[in-house]
């Protein structure tokens, strides 16, 4: 089958039609937000790292029971790229696929997906109820503290900062900006405005 390089609306296409949950969709654009921020920052192509994020989770709601496998199926039967399918497959490494991450693109979105809802949820108990006033102690200090955001796994998210690279203070610190740059579309921006 010829390789296309698939589109951000193709994208989104296939999300809508996969995911009818407005929880899944916002964790999509969130963790699409967040890839995109962090290849812009690196130089790395931000279409690209943005529009894996987008569908990383595109099996997650009909075939919870073949979460990542599932999404692979569907992006080779849609004819993305190799490099697209291992970057959505790859996030759920020793959970739900044995495709370990190893370029940037994998490795970032390996870090970020749990972090952002770590991000989230300290964002929802702020008064303001947004991410704009996030800071990188407020989710620090909920590190600690096993019930709150009790389904983040932290182990995850330090060890996806520790193949990549970075401290984690500066993983929380991109993975909150990218957030902040969707925050209307991830019913984050707050009660201000
Ligand atoms: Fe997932
Ligand atoms: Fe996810």
Same mark, same amino acid.
């Given at each position: 089958?010829?390789? !296309?390089?698939?589109? $951000?609306? *193709?994208?989104?296409?296939?999300?809508?039609?996969?995911?009818?949950? /407005?929880?899944?969709?916002?964790? &999509?654009?969130?963790?699409?937000?967040?890839? $995109?921020? @962090? #290849?812009?920052?690196?130089?790395?192509?931000?279409?690209?790292?943005?529009?894996?994020?987008?569908?990383?989770?595109?099996?997650? /709601?009909?075939?919870?029971?073949?979460?990542?496998?599932?999404?692979?199926?569907?992006? =080779?039967?849609?004819?993305?790229?190799?490099?697209?399918?291992?970057?959505?497959?790859?996030?759920?490494?020793?959970?739900?696929?044995?495709? @370990?991450?190893?370029?940037?693109? /994998? *490795? #970032?979105?390996? &870090?970020?997906? /749990?972090?952002?809802?770590?991000?989230?949820?300290? #964002?929802?108990? $702020?008064? %303001?109820? %947004?991410?704009?006033?996030?800071?990188? !102690?407020?989710?620090?200090?909920?590190?600690?503290? *096993?019930?709150?955001?009790?389904?983040?796994?932290?182990?995850?998210?330090?060890? =996806? #900062?520790?193949?990549?690279?970075?401290?984690?203070?500066?993983?929380?610190?991109?993975?909150? !900006?990218?957030?902040?740059?969707? &925050?209307? &579309?991830?019913?984050?921006? =707050?009660? %201000?405005?």
């Amino acid at each position: 089958m010829d390789e !296309k390089i698939p589109t $951000r609306g *193709k994208a989104l296409e296939l999300l809508h039609r996969y995911n009818e949950s /407005e929880s899944l969709r916002k964790h &999509a654009y969130a963790v699409e937000g967040v890839m $995109r921020y @962090m #290849a812009r920052k690196r130089g790395e192509d931000e279409e690209k790292w943005g529009i894996v994020g987008l569908v990383h989770d595109l099996d997650y /709601e009909k075939f919870p029971d073949q979460h990542c496998s599932k999404t692979g199926e569907i992006l =080779g039967e849609q004819g993305w790229p190799e490099e697209y399918i291992r970057g959505a497959v790859s996030h759920g490494w020793g959970i739900c696929s044995d495709v @370990m991450p190893q370029t940037p693109l /994998e *490795k #970032a979105l390996y &870090a970020i997906d /749990e972090l952002t809802g770590l991000v989230a949820t300290t #964002a929802l108990i $702020r008064p %303001s109820k %947004s991410v704009l006033d996030v800071q990188v !102690k407020s989710v620090k200090n909920k590190w600690k503290d *096993k019930r709150f955001a009790a389904g983040v796994d932290r182990s995850i998210i330090e060890k =996806g #900062a520790q193949m990549l690279g970075v401290e984690l203070d500066e993983l929380i610190d991109d993975t909150i !900006k990218g957030m902040q740059e969707v &925050a209307e &579309a991830i019913g984050l921006k =707050g009660n %201000s405005g």
